[in-house]
């Protein structure tokens, strides 16, 4: 089993209402079934539109979109606000973005963003004919960790995680929790290949064992309920 | 660029003693200067011994192990222990771990895992006479999201986390935070590959940024100290 992830180049500049899946079909017409497609949060927002104009005269334009982009701040220091979106996600400045947009203008988190994969997938599949997996990917911290990594906000057409609790380990005794969250792993893994600076908006994994293809959600899956949550 | 990741088969038990560069030397003979190789820290702590018996009489044998090689309970619920380890690591039960070892044991995680992640890289040169770099990586949790990720706990002859601040964005706009931790990235993809009851301990991941390469260390860089963290 050998993984393939190469980054898709040549998608162009992305504006509201442009159709994404058709540009990515474009840019990428070597898509193939069980291909995992993963698209960056940014172009999709453009796509939908996510987006909002911020006073660059008012040095609280951003801070004002981050506390309204918040069902919840957890943490506040200096410029840095820790929050919970309302879809649930708990990540710095709710998600909200100013780097690669147009001056003046901020990028919000999709409003669904299993829907948002959900259509590019029903789109490349109108376009391209294939059934690929999609996954939307977005650049989250952790608490306990310096450094950032892209994690998957959105996903259609695989599962979020695999649950391996109860297969026999290689002792022939049973795992204990192996409940692995390979959306998170393959929007990582695509992020070795796009470059915050070179303007790469999507990358394919190839090769993603076929038993992981089906229906999954990064909301009711991955997002842990409050009530769960020993840390909020 | 285009990344490439297998996994490395053939791996024999790994016992406390045993080269665990030349095992891996010998399993994949096909190594070339300025691949990733990425150990599990379940064969690096069976290799370096760090593994004690525990009492299969005593319910709380485990607890016990799990208490002893905390710095620091953070949280409990149940069964599960989130505490902070010797090295700064904050994770479930200290990284004491029962799966893939014999009946009676449990693996610790190893003392300094950076270092152990410098001896095996100086072991493949001395083996194979390749420039590698090495992450060891294992299974965390993550306090807001469902699912298990691999992570890296330590590195060598890779820069931990690779700073994109400053460096201008596709708009020409200077990007705000980008300080991407590759090694964690890069430690999930491999776990993609690896599959928990297959009995694949090692990886190798190629086609890797070549000036990502140089020196870095997990503890160092990634372990966030307590003075900067907002949720311990």
Redesign the interface.
Known sequence: ???????IGGIPEVRAGDDLAGLIAAACPDLRDLDVVVVTQKVVSKAEGAMVRIDAEDPRGHKAIVERESTRI??R?GDLI?SETSHG??CANAGVD??????GWAALLPEDSDRSARRIRDGLRARAGVEVAVIVSD?FG??????????AIGCAGIR??VD?RG?????G?E????????V???A??A???M?????IAAAVVRG??PAWFGRGEVRA????PPQ?????
Chains 1, 2 share one sequence.
Request: glycine content about 6%.
């Open positions: 089993m050998t993984l393939e992830i190469f980054p957890l943490r220091r820790i996600f708990v100013l780097s690669n947009v147009d001056e650049t952790r608490p306990w960790r310096r450094g950032l990594t892209d994690i979020a995680i391996l297969t026999e380990d290689s002792r005794r795992l204990q929790v192996t409940e692995v969250c390979v998170d792993e393959l990582g893994a992020e070795l290949v470059g915050k600076a070179a303007g993603v064992e899956e991955v997002v842990r769960e949550d020993l840390f909020r």
